[in-house]
C-alpha cells in the first residue's frame, strides 16, 4: 500500500468520528510513520490526557501526539478492507487514551 493511500485511511478513520468527539478533541496532532523504535506498536498517544489537564497546563505546550505506524499495520493485514478496519480501531484507540481512557477500559469494550 503507498503511503499516500495509508495517509488516505487515517485521514478516512478520523473523518468518520461523530462531530461532538471530533470537535472535543484539544491540542493534538495525528501522524503516520513507518515503525515505533523498538517496538511493535499499531499507534501511540504521546501527550496529557484531558482529563488530567487543568485549565493552563496546556496552555503553551506542543500538541499531544498519535502516531499511527503504517508498517506494522500494513504487515498484520492482508488485503486494504483488513488495512481499512485496523487503522479505524487503531485512530479510534489512541484518541480514546486522548480522552483519558484506559486500555483496561478499551478492553472491555472492545477497542484493546
Known sequence: MTDDRFEELVGDAIASLPDELAGAMENVVVLVEDEAVGRNL????????????????????????????????????????EVRAQVRKTVIHEIAHHFGISDPRLEELGWA
Open 42 to 81: 499499531y499507534g501511540l498517544f504521546e501527550g496529557v490526557p484531558l482529563t488530567k489537564r487543568g485549565p493552563m497546563s496546556y496552555r503553551w505546550a506542543l500538541p499531544d501526539r498519535i502516531t499511527i505506524y503504517q508498517n506494522a499495520i500494513c504487515r498484520h493485514c492482508n488485503d486494504e478492507d
